[in-house]
């Protein structure tokens, strides 16, 4: 994939966001339990402690903690899971890039890895545990709760959120320079790549 279309596909991902804005979504009631069908009561505490983004430090950590989730959440027809499923698939694949010699700043690669995982796992907790996530996040998080949403859709939404606001408030985060222009397309080309 070349850079050009690497750029492309970022800029059609902004500009889908732009036409199907995810803040029209009903807003999200943190002190509800059992919201909808698609999200089902269970226990919140669970939810909260797995969520909770402390201890998150090196890419295992991130893996192991996406992975869990995907263990709890795609187990029923919550929506919550859409996400999460397709989260921890691109990092499985993507995961063998971080110690192949391919970037620049391999410690960068990774610090980015585990940043946008923090991100999410932290707007997913204050969710959980009736918090306010940030309202990109809580937009995404609203439509998990409309049932009469495609999965697709709910998708969508999480991945906008993700890519959109997440990926670039990471890249500020970990201190990315111009130095890192070649790792930060290899890291996109990665994704892509991985993408399901």
Avoid at 25 to 35: E, H, I, K, L
Avoid at 98 to 119: C, F, I, K
Avoid at 151 to 171: N, Q, S
Wanted: net charge negative.
């Amino acid at each position: 994939m070349t850079r050009v279309t690497f750029s492309f596909l970022a800029t059609a991902v902004a500009g889908a966001m732009i036409f199907t804005p995810i803040a029209a979504a009903a807003p999200v009631d943190p002190g509800a339990t059992a919201v909808s069908d698609c999200v089902p009561a269970d226990s919140a505490a669970d939810l909260g402690a797995l969520t909770d983004p402390a201890g998150i430090e090196t890419f295992a950590d991130a893996r192991a903690r996406i992975s869990a989730l995907r263990e709890v959440l795609a187990r029923s027809d919550d929506y919550r899971g859409t996400f999460v499923l397709a989260f921890d698939e691109i990092l499985a694949l993507t995961e063998p890039t971080l110690s192949s010699g391919v970037y620049d700043d391999p410690v960068w690669a990774e610090n980015l890895a585990v940043e946008v995982v923090r991100l999410y796992m932290t707007n997913l907790h204050e969710y959980v545990s009736g918090g306010t996530p940030a309202p990109h996040w809580a937009s995404a998080f609203a439509l998990a709760e409309q049932c009469d949403r495609s999965p697709g859709r709910v998708l969508t939404g999480a991945i906008v959120a993700h890519l959109v606001i997440d990926f670039p408030e990471a890249l500020v985060t970990i201190g990315s320079t111009p130095d890192h222009t070649r790792d930060f397309y290899t890291f996109g080309e990665a994704l892509v790549a991985a993408a399901p």
